[in-house]
Antibody, heavy 121, light 108 residues
Framework: QLQLRESGSGLMKSSETLSLTCTLS??????????WTWIRQSPGKGLEWIGQ???????NYNPSLTSRVSMSLDRSNNHFSMTLTSVTAADTAVYYC?????????????WGPGTLVTVSS | SSELTQDPAVSVALGDTVTITCQGD??????ASWYQQKPGQAPRLVVS???NRPSGVPDRFTASDSGNTASLSITGAQAEDEADYFC???????????FGGGTRVTVL
């Protein structure tokens, strides 16, 4: 059974760079057909798709964040990561990593528990 | 436009049926997926595709679609179904994904 867990920056200051890692167990980040995805949820708000990276490291980002976000794979450590530059209070959110599939990019069948990132000014 | 619209909240009597809707242009071309989220928890996939439920999701959750509207029905709502429900859709060939704003379901 696939499990994902987020780790990384917790409390940050404006203008800093957010770095998060999602570690997998029960499957390999290189398995074909999977998209490894980041999704966030601002306090009391809805979900926002940040972007995804494929098993072959092809990336696809939310147009509203594409200038600040970057994602990568670490095959040796079986995890994938994201960075978000120049954070502001608007980036305060719970950040989730999740898996979707090539055939259904909106079908997120496995999720991490989420990690809260707070940006203070 | 690249938006999905959901009603903010609905209520349902215990044992009754409630239908949540999700409207958006992308739904004319792509199936919605539906997620249940309880306080303090990550979202959980309940239905995807034409009407596919992951293992462990009760069959009282069913999905349907018509034109630009996707719907999730809970037949015989239980107390444990009280949660926020989000729809999600792919956006065109770019494979971007958008979420609806969510519907809070209260079971009375």
């Amino acid at each position: 059974q696939l499990q994902l867990r987020e780790s990384g920056s917790g409390l940050m200051k404006s203008s800093e760079t957010l770095s998060l890692t999602c570690t997998l167990s029960g499957a390999s980040v290189t398995v074909g057909g999977s998209y490894w995805t980041w999704i966030r949820q601002s306090p009391g708000k809805g979900l926002e798709w940040i972007g995804q990276i494929s098993h072959s490291a092809d990336t696809n980002y939310n147009p509203s964040l594409t200038s600040r976000v970057s994602m990568s794979l670490d095959r040796s450590n079986n995890h994938f990561s994201m960075t978000l530059t120049s954070v502001t209070a608007a980036d305060t959110a719970v950040y989730y990593c999740a898996r979707s599939s090539v055939g259904a990019t909106n079908k997120f069948d496995f999720w991490g528990p989420g990690t809260l990132v707070t940006v203070s000014s | 436009s690249s938006e999905l619209t959901q009603d903010p909240a609905v209520s349902v009597a215990l044992g009754d049926t409630v239908t949540i809707t999700c409207q958006g242009d992308s739904l004319r071309n792509y199936y919605a997926s539906w997620y249940q989220q309880k306080p303090g928890q990550a979202p959980r996939l309940v239905v995807s595709g034409k009407n596919n439920r992951p293992s462990g999701v009760p069959d009282r959750f069913t999905a349907s679609d018509s034109g630009n509207t996707a719907s999730l029905s809970i037949t015989g709502a239980q107390a444990e179904d009280e949660a926020d429900y989000f729809c999600a859709s792919r956006v065109s060939v770019t494979k971007h994904v958008i979420f609806g704003g969510g519907t809070r379901v209260t079971v009375l």
